[in-house]
């Protein structure tokens, strides 16, 4: 499969794109290539992009006062990922966007983005729908982290990403669960 091919079969699962639309869009992306442990953003910088995963595996995460790593968003191929705040606002980013696995992606400039909204209104109701579906995805989270045991929120994960309990450490998706990876091994013997 061609990356081409990841890029638009993603947009076709919600609206149509034209031959000229696809034109329009792989020509305003920039491909780019990260190695296991680059970032792709750090913490800080303004970085106004978004980016497409072709391949590889990305996490986004913060590190708090105490050093402690906070997971808040997993990305594999055909996922979105950036810090949303440094892409609309240019504003400095509060997440590091790190690659895990080694990584190609498309990126795209808010400016670029903008434009192609403007070119491309399916290309604008796209993002709406896949913004609408993450809300209501991290809302879910949000409610299960404040409902839920520990051992509820690890099964629900690996119930609903089976893929990612896979492709990533313990250590990120107990980060992700909001616990420690030693009480996470816990929960997983304790299952077993």
Do not use: C
Request: proline share 2%; hydrophobic share 45%; net charge positive.
């Amino acid at each position: 499969m061609s990356d081409q091919t990841l890029l638009i079969e993603s947009i076709n699962k919600h609206v149509e794109l034209s031959e000229h639309d696809i034109m329009l869009l792989i020509g305003s992306a920039r491909k780019r290539r990260f190695k296991k442990g680059q970032f792709i953003i750090a913490e800080g910088a303004a970085i106004r992009k978004t980016h497409f995963i072709l391949k590889g595996a990305v996490v986004a995460f913060f590190i708090d006062n105490n050093a402690t790593e906070h997971l808040i968003q997993f990305a594999i191929e055909g996922w979105w990922i950036s810090d949303i705040q440094s892409y609309i606002a240019g504003k400095p980013a509060l997440l590091n966007l790190q690659a895990i696995e080694d990584v190609e992606l498309y990126e795209f400039s808010y400016e670029n983005m903008q434009q192609l909204h403007k070119s491309i209104p399916a290309l604008e109701s796209y993002f709406l729908i896949i913004t609408q579906n993450a809300f209501a995805t991290f809302q879910e989270r949000v409610q299960h982290n404040l409902s839920l045991s520990a051992e509820e929120r690890y099964l629900n994960f690996k119930a609903k990403y089976p893929k990612l309990v896979l492709r990533f450490s313990q250590k990120w998706i107990a980060s992700y669960l909001g616990m420690s990876a030693e009480f996470l091994s816990k929960i997983k013997k304790r299952l077993v």
